[in-house]
């Protein structure tokens, strides 16, 4: 049995009341800024190299439409993204349908960018998606001379025929939408001569920006105070080597920079975060209420002004925001009503009917979320009031997020500075626009933790076996599940190691058997804590030693003692789901490719400061495999039921929600049957 990928069950976080807050970080990507980038760096001759990119799995959906599309990109080791342009017009048909997730944006860009292509696109996504309208974008798309045929008109899945012979259009926005007016400027790239879009309110402005910032012709004038931008299509931009830096999205420095607000004593610098004014509506507001926000450094990247930003606590006053500030921040309410919330004095934010048809009902998660919290509000018409409290805010309560990262954000930012620490049901939505949300607070002082489904989940199930080679991350994953089970945990290659290095230390040699028996049968609980077990020599004497039958056998007993514990318990090592507890509730194998695992090592030692040479921990780790495969006692091989995991493209809290979502769905399993019993 593999683990299936979209394997699920709710990823609780706990945030607890904290102290002051220090250091800097560079929150992630900005969203929309990394869909342009990847998008226009297919129109753009020469390679882009991207560094900041967003990998969220809406900006992966962008990522993957493109490749169908026949345009190389690659990750590299050090993080930076490769897109081979393929200039104007070099886009192939795709052979399978667009499958944009739950990306908006995405789908959007990507019918306007094809519109012009003579070629079939059908485009789909998930459930919530399929939900979205898609007619606004069709509309203008059909001038050009695309056709479509979409459920219910304008729903996806949706089939779009671009056409050969696209015709420029003069477009008008009836509504104020950014989405749009891209879409009608991407169309624009391959259609001859000059594609303007006329916008009366300014929206969001990053498609213009990166155009210009690529080189393509673009130009944007103000007439009677309306923006008339154009592009003039099928043109080339030279050929060149590009190197894009994404900026830090303001909207998710918006979290770290309320927690700094809120903690007194507090300064944090926020690194390189996009400060285009459409985009600032919060920080401006936090000044008028305020907070300590200063820029430091502004300067332009990727054709977007950016600054790294310097906060510091204060006393928050409440205010009034106006409904014009809410295309600027409208996705900034929540965390902003977490900062009311501290405020001395109401803080009324107006206009806010558009929240009601965000990612969620995000007005009622706001009202509902600071009412658990004991924090009052009011709403009259589309007006809510947070009625502040000076500081002092109770919190402790548990906050349905409803699959809406920034209402989960911006509840635990609440519980760093309340009484109380403050729960969320379901965290997985984060990942969308801030993966390693957590890690990054937690880094600035927060103590924000996974936390446990329920304790009925914790009932039937009292040990976890997990095994897999050298590297393959399972010592990581199984200090965390110990954690967030209450568990204890034991790591059985230390005992192994231990009498490799109770071998080192009377200078015998591994080969010397009975020497090795005699060590295994002697070990101390002491001799578990030396701090030279991790040692790289001690790690091969082990797996020479781990060979012999009696060694294994004299090590048996303790670690059987120590799966029996009352309490539950996590082992990890080579044989646990085969010999040592082949009962276990939960085994699993973890795998990964025998270069991440040296990749990970390599990583793991240069980060203590040991310098080692890549090549000779991976001929360390291809012998090490040999040895503990080839061995007759106890070869490493999965235990027929255990559940495999490949850990090569994932990063360690990947695999932990993975697991924990999984061990999630075999104790309800357990549970039934033990019911039933
Ligand atoms: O996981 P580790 O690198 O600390 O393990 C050291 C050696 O111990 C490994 O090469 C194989 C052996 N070992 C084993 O044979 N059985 C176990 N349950 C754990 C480790």
């Known amino acids: 049995m593999t683990l299936s990928p979209d394997a699920s069950s709710p990823a609780p976080l706990v945030s607890h009341p904290v102290g002051k807050l220090g ?56 993080g930076v993204w490769e897109v081979e342009g393929r200039g104007v017009g070099g886009l192939h048909a795709p052979a399978s349908v667009l499958d944009m997730g739950n990306a908006g944006t995405a789908a959007r860009l990507m019918m306007g960018l094809l519109a012009p292509y003579p070629f079939l696109s059908i485009f789909t996504g998930d459930a919530s998606l399929c939900a979205r309208p ?38 008008r926005l009836p509504v104020a939408s950014a989405q749009v007016k891209s879409a009608v400027l991407l169309a624009g790239l391959n259609t001859p001569g000059i594609t303007t879009v006329i916008e009366a309110e300014p929206t969001r402005d990053h498609t213009e920006r990166m155009l210009a910032w690529y080189g393509f012709d673009i ?57 285009n004014p459409l985009r600032t509506g919060l920080f401006q507001t936090l000044k008028e209420m305020g907070a300590s926000i200063e820029y430091l450094g502004e300067r332009e990247e990727a054709g977007e002004p950016v600054a790294d930003i310097r906060v510091r606590a204060g006393h928050l006053r409440g205010i009034d925001v106006p409904a014009e500030r809410a295309p600027s921040m409208i996705d900034e309410y929540p965390v902003l009503a977490v900062a009311a919330a501290f405020a001395e004095g109401n803080t009324v934010m107006r206009g806010l009917g558009e929240l009601r048809v965000k990612e969620s009902d995000r007005l009622q998660a706001i009202i509902d979320g600071l009412a658990a919290c004991g924090v009052n509000t009011s709403v009259t018409g589309d007006d809510l009031t947070v009625h502040g409290t000076g500081g002092l805010v109770e919190g402790g309560g548990r906050i349905e997020a409803r699959h809406d990262h920034r209402i989960a954000m911006s509840f635990l930012v609440l ?19 801030f993966p390693g949300f957590s890690g990054l607070m937690n880094a600035l002082g927060g103590r924000i933790e996974d936390a446990p489904l329920t304790s ?48 080192l230390e009377t200078g015998q040699a591994a080969e010397n058997k009975n020497a090795a028996i005699s060590a295994a049968k002697n070990l101390r609980d002491q001799d578990l804590q030396d701090s030279r077990l991790r040692n790289e020599k001690v790690g091969r004497m082990a797996s020479i030693v781990s060979a012999y039958p009696e060694v294994r056998s004299a090590l048996l007993d303790y670690q059987r003692a120590f799966a029996a514990r009352p309490e539950g318990a996590v082992l990890d090592g080579r044989d646990i789901g085969t010999v040592v507890c082949p009962d276990a509730a939960i085994k699993l194998f973890l795998t990964a490719t025998l270069e991440a695992r040296a990749a990970r090592r390599h990583h793991e030692l240069q980060e203590q400061g040991i310098e080692v040479v890549y090549d000779s921990i991976l001929r360390e780790l291809r012998e090490r495999d040999a040895r503990d495969s080839g061995r007759s006692a106890a070869p490493l091989v999965p235990a027929p039921d255990a559940l495999l995991l490949d850990t090569t493209d994932m990063d360690a809290d990947t695999v932990f929600h993975k697991v924990v979502a999984l061990v999630g769905q075999r104790i309800d399993g357990q549970l039934l049957v033990s019911i039933g019993e």
């Open 219 to 275: 130009t944007c004038e103000q007439k009677d105070g309306v923006n008339h931008i154009a592009v003039r299509g099928q043109k080339d931009v030279a050929f060149a080597k590009r190197l894009l830096g994404v900026p830090a999205d303001p909207s998710s420095a918006a979290f770290p920079m309320v927690a700094a607000l809120l903690l007194e004593g507090s300064e944090i610098v926020l690194e390189q975060v996009c400060i």
């Open 23 to 78: 250091g800097s970080a560079r929150v992630p990507g900005d969203k929309s800024i990394s869909h342009r980038a990847l998008m226009l760096a297919s129109q753009a001759l020469g390679v882009t190299e991207i560094s900041g990119l967003l990998e969220g799995e809406d900006v992966l959906a962008t990522a993957g439409a493109l490749r169908a599309l026949g345009v190389e990109l690659r990750k590299r080791r050090d």
């Open 456 to 503: 009925a989940l914790r009932l039937p199930m009292r040990v976890i076996a997990i095994d897999g080679p050298a590297a393959s991350g399972k010592g990581t994953l199984a200090q965390r599940l110990a954690r967030y089970f209450g568990f204890h945990y034991l790591d059985t290659g230390s005992l192994y190691r231990a009498v490799g290095l109770r071998l």
């Open 134 to 171: 898609m007619g606004r974008v069709m509309t203008p798309l059909a001038e050009f001379g695309a056709t479509f045929m979409a459920r219910d008109d304008r729903f996806l899945p949706l089939a779009m025929q671009g056409t050969d012979e696209p015709l420029p259009v003069t477009y």
């Open 415 to 433: 519980g760093m500075a309340a009484q109380h620490a403050v729960t969320i049901d379901d965290a997985r939505a984060i990942a969308t626009s």
